[in-house]
C-alpha cells in the first residue's frame, strides 16, 4: 500500500523558516518524480514545487522561487521541502504527491497520492 | 485567480448526472491532458480522472472525463451524498511553465 505521510508544520513567525518531510513507502521512490502542493484556509490547489526521480533536477511556482528549496533522500524514502522568508501568504495546509507515471514530465499534474497534508502557519 | 476556470459551484439530487466544465486556453488543455481530482472535506485530494478520461483502479464508472478544445469536463451519474465535496481540474500550462489547478467547484448533492 503506497503511504505518504508528511511531518513538520507548525505556527513560525514572519521571516522564519521550516522544514517539511514526507515519509514515504510501498512503492518503489527513487523511480518517481515528487511534487508539493498547497491550499490556503478555504482556498484552492497552488503546486508550488517539484523534484526529478533522481533529485538532480529541481522546479518550483514563481510565489516560492528562491525562499523554498524542494529535495529528496531516495535512501531514506523521503521528500523535503525547507521554506526559508516565510510570509502570511504562505499559510496553508502543504500536500506531498507521487507522480503517477515513469514516463510523464517531472512537473506533471498527474499526482496519483497524496499525503494527509501538515498546516503551516505563519503569523506574530 | 486560475488559469484554468471552473464554475465554483454545482449541485443536484441523488441519482441525478451533473457536470463540471474546466475552460482552459491555447497554452493548456489544447495541447494537454487534463485531470480531475476530488477532495472530500477534511481529506487529501484524490486522483479521479486522468489523461482526459482514464479511470484509476476503484473509481467508480460513474465518474467520467472528456475534453474537448480548450475544455475539460467531469461528468458524475447516480450521484450520491458521499459525493459532496471539491472537485479540480489540472492541466500542465506552457505560459507558466508548471502545472495548474482550477479554482475548483463545490459540489453539493441536495
Known sequence: EVQLLESGGGLVQPGGA????CATSGFTFSTFAMSWVRQAPGMGLEWISAVSSSGDSTYYADSVKGRFT???DNSENTLYLRMNSLRGE???IYFCAKVGSTVVRNTSPYFDYWGHGTLVTVSS | QSVLT?????SGTPGQSVTISCSGSNSNIVSYYVYWYQQLPGTAPKLLIYRNNQRPSGVPDRFSGSKSGTSGSLAISGL????????????????LSGPV???GTKLTVL
Open chain 1, 70 to 72: 524542494i529535495s529528496r
Open chain 2, 6 to 10: 471552473q464554475p465554483p459551484s454545482a
Open chain 1, 18 to 21: 521550516l522544514r517539511l518531510s
Open chain 2, 101 to 103: 489547478f482550477g479554482g
Open chain 1, 90 to 92: 504562505d499559510t496553508a
Open chain 2, 80 to 95: 450520491r451524498s458521499e459525493d459532496e465535496g471539491d472537485y479540480y481540474c489540472a492541466a500542465w500550462d506552457d505560459s
